[in-house]
């Protein structure tokens, strides 16, 4: 089986939809101890944003992904991303990449626009309702923040799968 993904990001998103993603994470199902993870610097400084903007980007902040706006580790480029996946992953055009989309589609029309390689197929909605806590051990690479995490995601439908 070591063709099935689970892929998932975080970002923040604008009142038009974009999206700038902030989180990324694939995990393989037969190899979870080596995902592949980023925590991406926002593309453009915070005084930059409009009152309105930093409003939204505040809430979303707050009360989903805990990721502040000046926090990563490098910028996201799509080629570099799809590069390190590709790489991490030589067996990834004949897998199929399962997400977690709790959103009527726009996180696959997302990461569809991004990677449009990817046999994206989105996870039974009500596994959703029946995730796995995940061990104490089982933490974010970068920093603990809520069930909002892409990392964190990539896990629990990695032992969902797992134990289905």
Known sequence: ??????????????????????????????TPQHPLY???????????????????????????????????ATRYCNNCTWYHLTHAFPNWAEGTFFVMDKT?????????????????????????????LLAEYERCPYRDHGNHCAFRKCIQLHHHYSQN
């Open 104 to 132: 009527k589609g726009s996180k696959i029309k997302f990461l569809q626009d991004e990677f449009p390689q990817l046999n994206l197929i989105a996870y039974d909605a009500v596994a959703f309702r029946n995730l796995p």
């Open 1 to 30: 089986m070591d063709n099935l993904y689970f892929i998932e990001y975080e970002g923040f998103q604008y009142g038009d939809g974009a999206t700038i993603m902030k989180e990324f994470c694939v995990l393989n199902l037969d």
């Open 38 to 72: 980023f925590n991406f610097i926002a593309p453009t400084p915070w005084e930059n944003l409009s009152e309105e903007e930093q409003r939204g980007f505040k809430y979303q902040t707050s009360r989903l992904h805990h990721l502040q706006w000046y926090e990563g």
